[in-house]
């Protein structure tokens, strides 16, 4: 008799999961079953602001893999279906089919706990109005998308959150012809991601693109008339708004594993070992609801992107298919876009460094994303970070125009691999005018800190 | 009295080891005197192709820096000087002052030997007439740029080299309206620097732009009727052309070197040591004349790129500045392209990891330049190889769309830092759709490795 594994969430993390063990475990060593309490498993949540925006066009291109996909790799899929109990002791999930309203219970040898993140619901009176979304799951996009394509389509859109799906949505926004607003708690925008003077460099070059930034701003009510949102905030700093987006972040999804008795970290996910075991034998976890450790800091953290939940789930599966693979840890490392303008991050910022006792040697610069004397050379500004200690990189953060954002893929190398800035002014990155100066900009970043941290290692 | 720094050569290795130097040691210190051959020093040979195109449009834009801007960091540079003796007993060099046609001698106690490299002379009949060019110094540039300003302009353009020069001065040919016809005696483009299956790949994508490309052909006469040129290649194969650009590879300038006794190496560059010593104490070399270590195989090779010779250039002057630097060797990363087709490459070729006794393990796969499900996704093809003894990366290419190209820095950072392609399956990259799917083609890479190689690591 085959050995289960159930997979609770079946999106990234969770079927990654599935598909790595299927790999490993032909169907008459180990049967896979999934739940995912939507309509879609595995889809695309970080396309959903093009799909508003209408850059991507069908809604199925937001749909990495479907049930009849997974059935033919031996998976079972069940959506609208949610794990509403896990009996650790007996190894037991009880199920409800969510649009039969019944409940069964399946026996277990491994599980997946995948269950992601959730909307971080903060205090705002009139949330509920219409015209007011959030951006999680694809029934938003789906809504949102109507509503922009319905006639008379909404003038003047607000976002609230500065971060990376409120950045998206507010390109979205401006891309369809809105008034666009975006409303940010903070000092600039993605400052979480960011250093604060990146991320006011950032607010200003965002406004530049002609979408309204106002930082510093909390929202605290959304004003409506007949039950359709008409401005947010209240007092002095109301703005007219036929839609509203809510992007003031995520938290992880562990109220079910709370109610297991599944350890949660200190960072509010669920705990897991570098093999991405929980607490409780048998269970693992990955994706959002995962902790995943801080390559520079060594502290657990919540990071939540979809790269990070894919490589959790691709190891959960190959310890659960008998494999012997640790989770080395995370850099954080995103990338995003405003129209033509890239932004980029990897590792620390200045905040977390210090907050973690390093002393941090720190650079900005402005570099061209080509050779100074190429025609189309865009500028592009650089925050570079170093331990004074060990010398090592320990974080970098972009934003420039076209070709900019992805080399921060070639700092996180850099910094994956703990190269101290001496060492990685010699390496030997590549060069043409039409794609960078003779030092492109990631040895540029080495050289700065030289500088300051002095000497040359 | 202060020391005398002595350059012979005044482009990127020589003078960046003037600069490096003089940051290190004051005029008081160390007196610093470049002498250059041509009329220009430290200009951007890079540059030319896009100087004739016409994409840069200055010819001052071709110039880093002038003899005025070297002169106020202290350092004089003769144009029109060619050092034409070194006698390393007495330290004293000859210097022929070109257009005054009279000579000197300069004593020194360090000497930068930077002569660069020159062009490979093919014997080909008629290659002196009019109409038919190198592409080596500015001169070339202004030359060429002349011919297609001039009226009437050369209507068919023929392109004698596969190289980089070759495919980039096609390009331009092209870019200006010309028939152009690119002739390699290779199989494909490029068969230096890629494996023959993505060379031929790439020949197919440059014919697809609407460039003739014929491999496999010896060009060994050109005819002309008047001293003009009227065809290129004799017998079947004869290319009408108005314009013919050779650009047939290039190989160290060691005359100097082995007139004055300096160690030639294996690879036909002048030897030096990690410090880039020469053979005869006081004496460095840098730049395209000096060999340099393939941290793939470990043996010193002839890699004719800026990056390289200014990384050399810069060690060369700290070490004369009295520091203690070494040069970690390189691994021959380099990118171009073809209108919008980007070529780039890093490490060894299948052939040179054969020759050099490596156990290869291949992978070829097409990806997409963003994640699949956008609009403005293109076609990326990337082959990657690894060493079966170690399951390390030891090479890679690429060709592809619109930001394909500038992936070779992620890669070239994990094999600088030896890593397998185990450990680089985990690394953290950046993903967003309109940049890459969830796993960036660099990762993909890997994973493709460990598929031929087989287990995990």
Redesign the interface.
Known sequence: MPQRLVIVGGD?GGMTAATNARRARTAEELEIVAFERSEWPSF?A??EP?FVSG???EFD??LVRTPEEFARQGIEVRVQHEVTAIDTAARVVTVRDLPGAREFTVGYDFLVYATGAEARRVAIEGRDLQGVHEMHVLRDALAVRAILDASPAPRRGVVVGGGYVGLEMAEALHTRGLHTTIVSSGGGLLGGALDPEMSTHLADLVRALGIDVRVGQRVECIDGREGHVTSVGCGEHTIPADLVILATGTTPRVELARATGLRIGASGGVWVDDHLRTSVPGVYAAGDCAEVID?ITGAAANIH????A??QGR?AG?NIGG?D?A??G????????VHDLEI?R?GVTEAAAIAAGIDVAVTTFDATTT?G???AATSMRVRALADRATRRMIGAQIIGGP?A??????L???M??E?TVD?M????????????G???P?LVAARKLQAVLGG?G
Request: net charge negative.
């Open positions: 990234a695309s970080c396309s093009y850059e991507i066009e291109a937001l390559r992107l979809a790269t990070i894919t490589k190891i190959i494999g693979e989770f080395p995370a850099l954080g490392t995103a990338i995003t876009k980029s990897t050779a004397n190429w025609p070709t954002g992805k080399r921060i893929d070639a996180a190398m850099a994956w691999n190269m060492a002014v010699n390496v030997d990155l590549s060069y043409a005018p039409p794609f960078s003779t030092w492109d990631v040359s």
